[in-house]
């Protein structure tokens, strides 16, 4: 691909933003596409120009509970797109082996209840009903360890009290992309390549132009904005909003415009990953409600059950661990019926970029940036972005207070990330070989060792002691800490002069909808049996 300078002059008025050219169509692409025709409708004119021989990252399965808003701005019923993805529920992230071997604790995506204004962390920690944090003080660790499904067998959704945390639809539809940040009780597990081929359907259906070809040219006007790109059969392609989702390689952002990349290898060392799709027998094997991330020597391995098979990849630091060793204990972790089942071995770009939006480009997906997935967050930074692009959507080429207000926001949400992935390590128990030793000493950001400082004090409270809150409530934090162990947390002094009693029922309260929860639910497996054969 080459990069055209200053001699293409833009010939249309560039008063208005009505033509977006998308570049690439993997996951981000066809969110983009979606979203924008489900926002804008024919009012604006958007066109996905998708290589046919450069391919997707072909991984990016598990989600993060945000992502039901994105479907509901769609305007699209679960029984509209799962079946089609081969989509599962997932409730929770699973950790096994992070505080030592045969330990799992889960974080799952529900609030933490608290009582007479301290969080159930605190009161847990100085009243512990069970050794089990996460099933003392969340009902879906319990749903998790059973195997349950979110819903009824007649498809209702649990009554689980979690009203005031679901998304209001109405408002939903009417604050056109305002990222509420809401946790709410489910995400999902799907085929990527699935989901990018529904968003292709419901996209062109609404008017979204479709290109099967390879970008070859960026071509930049004489103030510097992409005029247009060049494809090798199809000519140039003008717009006015290029959206960069070309994954890894960035070629409109960080190639043709030049923006630097700003790396989170200091911190988050893990850079490889190798990945296997291993067949399932839904039958045989059980449909676990969560993604289960196994440390391993070098990493942790993913499990991403799905109607259709098991995603599964070690995502490993490639100081530690060589391909062929992490292909091999990823080959062994699995068993026999991965034998015949080619690996994709990817390397992964850990940072992101200085500014994803700048001139009349925005990259979203990989193109803009990643973190490992070991809290699924690829997808939400995705989702994120495009709900921040069509709430500061360019009038014109002057909006330079919007293009600054979405790259505060897109650095935000993915620094507070890192920071949340770093607690992971540096939280871990285990020190049982170097890489692990070393998480101990690597260098972690700055805010994030304040408040460690702070924690071993008094656990994370609720959201107001979260000045710089990073779109991660500060339950997940406490699940993080309580559920690796490795840092010496306190409750605060003050729980011991407060009456218990409270707590205590509230301990009780969430033991019985528990155990009521997982008599009456299904397994995933009887639950998605059932609407096969109903289907
Ligand atoms: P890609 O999938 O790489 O798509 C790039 C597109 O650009 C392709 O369509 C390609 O054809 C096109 N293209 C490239 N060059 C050209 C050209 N010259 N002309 C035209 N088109 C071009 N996220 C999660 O939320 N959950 C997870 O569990 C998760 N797991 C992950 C595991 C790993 C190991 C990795 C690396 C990522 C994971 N992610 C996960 C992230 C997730 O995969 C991505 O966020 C998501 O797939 C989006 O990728 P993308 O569309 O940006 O890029």
């Not at 072909?58 to 479907?71: L, Y």
């Not at 081929?197 to 004489?222: M, W």
């Not at 799709?277 to 070098?298: E, F, G, I, N, S």
Request: hydrophobic share 40%; charged share 25%; glycine share 8%.
């Amino acid at each position: 691909m080459t990069v055209s300078g200053a001699a293409a002059k833009n010939t249309r008025d560039p008063g208005r933003t009505r033509r977006v050219v998308i570049v690439g169509g993997g996951t981000a692409g066809w969110m983009t596409a979606s979203y924008l025709a489900a926002a804008f409708g024919k009012r604006v004119d958007v066109t996905v120009v998708e290589s046919a021989t450069v391919g997707t990252i072909g991984v990016g399965e598990a989600t993060f509970s945000d992502i039901r808003h994105f479907f509901e701005f769609l305007r699209l019923e679960e029984s509209e797109w799962m079946p089609a993805c081969n989509a599962t529920y997932k409730l929770a992230v699973r950790f096994e082996n992070w505080r030592e071997p045969g330990h799992h604790f889960y974080h799952p995506f529900e609030q933490m209840a608290s009582v007479d204004g301290f969080p159930l962390s605190d009161w847990w920690l100085r009243y512990p009903t069970t050794s089990r944090f996460d099933k003392d003080c969340f009902v879906m660790a319990s749903l998790c360890d059973a195997e349950r499904s979110p819903r009824y067998l007649d498809g209702s959704l649990v009554d689980q009290g979690f009203v005031e945390q679901t998304h209001d639809e109405t408002s939903a539809r009417s604050t056109i992309a305002e990222y509420q940040g809401a946790q709410i009780p489910y995400a999902y597990h799907f085929e990527a390549h699935l989901l990018a081929k529904f968003l292709t359907g419901y996209s062109t259906e609404r008017g979204v132009k479709h290109v099967v070809d390879n970008v070859v040219d960026v071509a930049l006007d004489d103030q510097g904005f992409i005029s247009h790109v060049r494809t090798a059969e199809h000519g140039e392609i003008a717009g006015d909003l290029f959206v960069d989702c070309t994954g890894f390689r960035a070629l409109l952002l960080n190639k043709a415009l030049g923006e630097p990349f700003v790396s989170y290898q200091d911190t988050l060392p893990n850079d490889s990953a190798v990945a296997l799709q291993v067949p399932l027998d839904m039958d045989r094997k059980p449909l676990r409600p969560c993604t289960t991330a196994t440390a391993q020597d070098a990493g942790w391995i993913w499990t991403i059950p799905l109607i259709s098979r098991i995603g599964t990849g070690y995502v490993y630091a490639s100081d530690y661990a060589t391909p062929e060793e992490a292909e091999r204990v990823l080959r062994e972790f699995v068993g026999p019926e991965a034998a015949d089942v080619p690996a994709n071995h990817i390397r992964m770009r850990i940072g992101r970029s200085r500014r994803s939006w700048v001139k009349n480009c925005v990259a979203v997906g990989l193109s803009s940036g990643f973190v490992e997935p070991l809290e699924s967050t690829g997808i939400f930074f995705i989702h994120h972005a495009i709900e921040q692009m069509v709430k500061y959507f360019p009038s014109g080429r002057g909006d330079d207070l919007l293009r600054e207000q979405y790259n505060r926001s897109v650095t935000h949400v993915m620094d507070g990330v890192r920071e949340f992935l770093c607690l992971h390590y540096r939280g871990a128990k285990r020190v049982d070989n170097q890489y692990w030793k070393d998480t101990k000493t690597r260098v972690i950001p700055d805010a994030l060792a304040e408040r460690i400082e702070i924690w071993q004090h008094k656990v994370p409270d609720s959201e107001s002691i979260y000045p710089h809150y990073h779109g991660l409530p500060p339950y997940s934090y406490n699940c993080i800490l309580l559920g690796t162990g490795g840092i010496d947390v306190r409750h605060s002094p003050a729980v011991e002069l407060a009456d218990e009693r409270a707590a205590l029922a509230e301990f009780e309260r969430i033991r019985l909808k528990a155990e009521k929860l997982v008599q009456e639910l299904p397994t995933q497996n009887q639950y998605f049996a059932a609407m096969r054969a109903n289907a």
